[in-house]
């Protein structure tokens, strides 16, 4: 490319030079011919004068007398009637320019010039006009090969850019090469850069998600699975019965699974989309409650729940439950003694608490635990960052109220009963 550039502003510069130059010699040409001939003429009229003015005082005219106002390089032909012409100078061969001038009193002067004069003038004017020209395309030589670098590296970089983004390196560079329409390109590749990179993030990030919050579910399922598979064999009627109701609630947890999937996949297109509505909160904290029991029962711990009843709060049910599952967990795995769940109202909202006996949140880490990848417990440390983007997703918020003993507290919109109607 730099080759071509190259080569294309040396031929415009080449053409140009040409076209002006050739017109620049023929003008001058004619322009020092012209000039010769005036030269000539004025020399003419001048002689003419100083013959005649010699004449009238009564002088003799003569080669002597007249040589000092011959001019050099020049042959003068002086004609007076009565006498001998006198000619002065050296007469010139070939073709020459020749003028003649008549006085008042019958001379005649003629002078000449040998055009090898005039060219010769032509010629240095073209030596000038061919070294100025020589001059003009070195120049436009070397600004040729510094434009073509100006212009070739920056397109060689954006290459290289382009080949990064197109194997997966997507940080922008932010290099600018002050060409506007090169700086236009670099623009467009930073922000391609950009949004591949947010992209990249939201995709792993939806997977770190998906494998998290698939987890808990599915560690809940297997748990009523398990009590499924051990009470099937039984044959007292209250077993089967037992049975069937394990068998519905894993039912019902596979189909929350499945609204988990659905909700990460809705997120990872459009994370501001919501579907949040009115709902009976107890429900929810009594499910999580119940599918939990047979974790803490196997580990010999409990889960009870209390508070406010008949509240009703907006959001999104799976999303809600999906954050109690998280805290529930965090407290089975890390926590010990018996986990609360307390539902009240504060405001026009609705708290859901979490508490449990252990040891709580490190004082080193605080209201870090919300922070991706930060975990006191070697644990991946995504479940409270997820559960905390799930409840503002609903335009709620999940804080940590107490660090020892843990209280986590999930805050919710309530939705206020209509007063009713006054009698008449």
Known sequence: MRRRLIQSTLAVVLVVVAVFGVSLVLVESRTIEDSAEESVQSEAVQLVSVVESRIVAGEKVTPASMHNAIPSNRHVRIEVPGKAAIELGERPEGRVIEASQRGGHGERVTVQQAYSQVQDEVGRTVLIIFAVALLAVGAAAVLAVRQSRLVAAPLTDLAETAERLGSGDPRPRHRRYGVPELDRVADV?????DRI???LTAERRLAADASHQLRTPLTALSMRLEEIIAMA????????DSVKEEATIALVQVERLTDVVQRLLTNSRDPRSGSAISFDLDEVVKQQSEEWKPAYRNAGRAIVHSGKTGLRAVGTPGAVAQVLATLIENALMHGAGTVALRTRVTGNQVVVEVTDEGPGVAPSLGSRVFERTVSGHNSTGLGLAVARDLAEADGGRLELLQQHPPVFALF????????PAPSA
């Open 189 to 193: 590749l930073d922000s391609s850069a």
């Open 197 to 199: 990179g947010r992209m």
């Open 233 to 240: 064999d039984a044959d007292d009627p209250g077993e089967r």
């Open 412 to 419: 919710l919109s309530r939705e206020v009963p209509d007063d």
